[in-house]
C-alpha cells in the first residue's frame, strides 16, 4: 500500500468504502486537522475519479465540500490517490439519529443550505445523484456542505448492471436506494436533476419523523412504499413512463392501489408550510418537482432567501 504523503500524520480511520478509506490526519505544516481520502486501485475508478476532482475543483461554494489539496504521490501506476478535504466531524445522518432537539429553525437552516448546494450544482448542469444524510456534513453552528460527488456513486452502480445488489458491494450503497426517485428506480438512466430534489424530499422527511421515509428493502418494496404514502399515481403524473413498459405494468399491477397517507398526520409538529414544500418535492412526475431555485423561494424559507 502506498504511503501518505510525509506531511499528513495519520490519527485514525473514519471510514471506509467500496474504493478505499478515509482517515482523520494532521497537516503537521499548518497544525491543521484535514480528511483524506485514500482511493486504491484508482484506475479502476477512473472515470469516477476523474469526475470527482474535477468536480470538487469547478464547483467551489460555500455549502460544497471542496479539495484543499491533491498530493502527488509515488505510486506504480497512479494505483493510489490521496484526496484531502477539510474534516467535518458530524453528518447529518449522525445528527438525525442523536437525541439531540431539531428546532424548526435548525430544518430550516439545514434546508435553506442544502438548496442553495443544489442551486449552485444543477447550474453547473450536474446532479448530484447520491444524496442522503451521511452525504451532507455540518458544523457545531449548523454549517452545511454536501460530499461525496461521483466516487462512491461511480463504482456502486454498474451502469450495465440490476442494481449492482447481486455484486455483493456495501450497505451503504443499499441505504443510498432510500433516497432514490421513482423515475431512477422504473426508468434507469433517465437522470435529470429532479431525482436530487426527490432526494431533498426524503432528507426533509427524514430530519421531522427522526426516521426514513422509505426504508424499501428493494426497488419493488421501494416503489410500492412510495405509492402507500404518495397515493397510488395517476396516468397525469407517469406522462415520464412510457405505456409499453414493464415499469408502468408493474405500477399498474403489484403495487397495492393507495390513498395514499397525510403528511399531516405523519409529522403533526411541522408547519403547514413545511408540509407544502415536502408536498412539492415529493412528486412522481419529476416535471412536476420544484427545482432548487423554486423551492428556495418556498414560503416556508422566506426568512433564508439566499441574497
Known sequence: SAEFPQHLKVLRQLGRGAYGTVHL???TRSGSQVAVKHVRHAVRHGKSMVREIHLLARLRHENLLHLIDFPA???RNFEDVFLVLPYMPA??????QSRQALTEKHVQVIIAQLLRAMAHVHAAGVAHRDLKPA???ISADCKLKVCDFGLARGDMLDPNGDDGEQCGVLTEYVVTRWYRAPEV???????TSAVDMWSVGCIL????GRKALFPGKNHVDMVCRVAQTLGSPADADLGWLPRSSDAYRFLQQVCPRSEG?????LYPRASPACLDLLKALLTWDPAQR???VDAQEHNYLLPYLPS
Do not use: G
Not at 397517507?261 to 398526520?265: E, H, L, P
Open 25 to 27: 490526519c494532521e497537516d
Open 73 to 75: 504521490v509515488s505510486s
Open 91 to 96: 453528518d447529518l445522518h449522525k445528527v438525525i
Open 135 to 137: 452525504n451532507i456534513l
Open 185 to 191: 428506480m422504473l426508468l434507469p438512466k433517465q437522470y
Open 205 to 208: 422527511a427524514e430530519i421531522l
Open 261 to 265: 397517507a397525510q403528511f399531516s398526520s
Open 290 to 292: 420544484l427545482t432548487a
